[in-house]
Nanobody, 118 residues
Framework: VQLVESGGGLVQPGGSLRLSCAVSGFTFSSFSRLAMSWYRQAPGKERELVADISSGGGSAKYEDPVKGRFTISRDNAKNAVYLQMNSVKPEDTAVYYC?????????WGRGTQVTVSS
């Protein structure tokens, strides 16, 4: 099982970025049963939850710092999950990870760096 994030980079404050997480090692039917999450870790800080989405994509939850600015989505046909980041702020600078849980363990990607700076 492998999770690979992409789409990070340098973006100016107020700009947008779309992160992708490609998931392999699961069949289509298995992936569609997984809840997926995005986390981030800023320098010197603990890793924190950003958003998560239900297996079918019908339910999404966001942490307060990103509510109204970020959107999590998924494409079960492509075994992928996305994070659309709008109106980014310098405090969004972090390494972003996708994560899932499939009994009996959780799976993480290696992360993608997002830097918000002018």
């Amino acid at each position: 099982v492998q999770l690979v994030e992409s789409g990070g980079g340098l973006v100016q404050p107020g700009g947008s970025l779309r992160l992708s997480c490609a998931v392999s090692g699961f069949t289509f039917s298995s992936f569609s049963r997984l809840a997926m999450s995005w986390y981030r870790q800023a320098p010197g800080k603990e890793r924190e939850l950003v958003a998560d989405i239900s297996s079918g994509g019908g339910s999404a939850k966001y942490e307060d710092p990103v509510k109204g600015r970020f959107t999590i989505s998924r494409d079960n046909a492509k075994n992928a999950v996305y994070l659309q980041m709008n109106s980014v702020k310098p405090e969004d600078t972090a390494v972003y990870y996708c994560r899932t849980y499939w009994f009996p363990r959780e799976y993480w990607g290696r992360g993608t760096q997002v830097t918000v700076s002018s």
